[in-house]
């Protein structure tokens, strides 16, 4: 079993503040993100910024894109992403057009879809999922567990590279030791820390422990 990857979702409201936290924890994690809020407030620069920084960085723009899938991924494609996200209520025509003018595409999972959605995008040459809770849910009361867990190995066992996602914390990592996760995605609980760089090492650490 493969020690999973860690990566740092950038969710800050300025590219100013995001840049201020990548720095700190950039070399710990593997993988760097624009995520969505970033991506918002300050469009495909927030990509260039981080690549330009990182030139040789998984670097991941988190577009939870639902339409118009080529011109989204072509766009972050330019500016240096390697992958992308189209949400999975996205059409698979949207998600096939993206597919084709970035490296890969990662389908972000929210809400409701079925284990024939899935296969749907495996069969339309679609290779990573990311299972989320969202920041909504988590913050309503819901919270990780088997329901999670059991989703999370099905997607594995279909063959996917799965991203695991949504208000992670160190102490959560455990619920999925022996899952061959692809990539656990934390933002708040390393940008917000009073250390990053200890909060980022913290993961890897625990990832080594867990997937020794
Ligand atoms: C929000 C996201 C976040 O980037 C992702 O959930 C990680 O952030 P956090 O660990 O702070 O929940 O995709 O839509």
């Not at 296969?119 to 679609?126: V, Y």
């Not at 949504?166 to 609980?189: E, M, P, W």
């Amino acid at each position: 079993m493969v020690k999973p990857n860690l990566q740092v979702a950038l969710d800050n409201n300025t590219l100013e503040s995001a840049l201020s936290d990548v720095v700190a924890v950039g070399n710990i994690v593997d993988i760097v993100e624009a995520g969505t809020i970033l991506i918002l407030q300050e469009g495909k620069k927030a990509v260039s910024s981080l690549r330009a920084l990182y030139p040789h960085k998984l670097i991941i723009a988190d577009t939870k894109c639902a339409d118009a899938g080529g011109t989204v991924a072509k766009n972050m494609a330019d500016a240096g992403a390697n992958w992308m996200t189209c949400i999975c209520s996205a059409t698979i025509p949207t998600m096939k057009s993206a597919n084709q003018k970035i490296d890969q595409i990662q389908v972000e999972l929210y809400g409701d879809w079925t284990r024939e959605n899935a296969q749907a995008w495996l069969d339309a040459g679609i290779k990573q999922v990311i299972y989320h809770q969202s920041r909504d849910a988590l913050l309503s009361g819901v919270s990780w567990g088997d329901k999670d867990l059991n989703k999370v190995k099905m997607l594995v066992d279909m063959g996917f590279k799965v991203s695991v996602t949504g208000g992670l914390s160190v102490d959560k990592l455990a619920l999925f030791q022996g899952v061959n996760v692809y990539t656990f995605i934390a933002g708040r609980a390393i940008t917000q820390a009073d250390d990053p760089a200890k909060a980022a090492q913290a993961f890897q650490d625990e990832l080594t422990r867990l997937w020794p």
